[in-house]
């Protein structure tokens, strides 16, 4: 596609639950990254995917955030009994492999947590 | 750890003024930084600096990289009003994660 896609753009559930956010990266970008930002916040580093390489992990806030990634093309980054704190717009963004070029980011999903 | 500070935190002008956005950084591996608008959604790349002294520009926006102080500047002549968005600072170490400063909120009044 022609930039970076997530779906769903909102979700509105209650604490407890479990959620799926959906990313599609830019056709031809290896590296694909999700970044978390609060209200008024700068953007946080969730976890990165390049190739078929390990996940770097690093950011996940606990073990209820999860994401895998198939292949080289779509992610779904998953947050298990969702908390109020988990209020926040994830961004997903991809790049080339070679991070001589930007990353570009999607419009991002704004979850809210009742 | 790596880190990214912006500076002012906001802004408001009058349309036409210029304004100057700063961005102070630390960091291992440096390899770029980058600057980007950030309105309703989604952050739109601006620009990417990773010589010192060579000024990027386009349109009324230019950024330039100094990094033996380790800063970078962005400036906007004629502000228009929709120029009013957060502008986010980040640093990049190669193929990995972007640090990202807490951005600037301009706010361009007609």
């Known amino acids: 596609g022609a930039g970076v896609s997530q779906s769903p753009s909102n979700k509105v559930t209650e604490k407890g639950k479990d959620v799926e956010l959906r990313c599609d990266p830019i056709?031809?970008?290896?590296?694909l990254y999700w970044y978390r930002q609060r209200l008024g916040q700068g953007l946080e580093f969730l976890i990165y995917?390049?190739?078929?390489?390990?996940?770097?992990k690093s950011g996940l806030p606990s073990d209820r955030f999860s994401a895998e990634r198939t292949g080289e093309s779509v992610s779904t980054l998953t947050i298990q009994r969702t908390q109020q704190e988990d209020s926040a717009v994830y961004l997903c963004?991809?790049?080339?492999?070679?991070?001589?070029?930007?990353?570009?980011f999607g419009d991002g999903t704004r979850l809210s947590i009742l | 750890e790596d880190k990214v500070v912006q500076s002012p935190l906001s802004l408001v002008v009058h349309e036409g003024d210029t304004v100057t956005l700063n961005c102070s950084y630390e960091v291992t591996n440096f390899r770029s930084l980058l600057w980007y608008k950030q309105e309703k959604k989604a952050p739109t790349f601006l620009f990417m600096l990773?010589?010192?002294?060579i000024e990027k520009k386009s349109g009324r926006l230019s950024s330039i990289l100094d990094k033996k102080e380790l800063f970078s500047i962005l400036n906007i002549t004629a502000t228009q009003t929709g120029d009013s968005a957060i502008y986010l600072c980040a640093v990049s170490s190669g193929n990995t994660p972007l640090v990202f400063g807490k951005g600037t909120r301009l706010s361009v009044i007609a």
């Open positions: 990773t010589s010192s002294g």
């Open positions: 963004a991809s790049s080339f492999r070679d991070g001589l070029q930007p990353q570009h």
């Open positions: 056709s031809g970008h290896t590296a």
């Open positions: 995917f390049q190739g078929n390489s390990a996940p770097d």
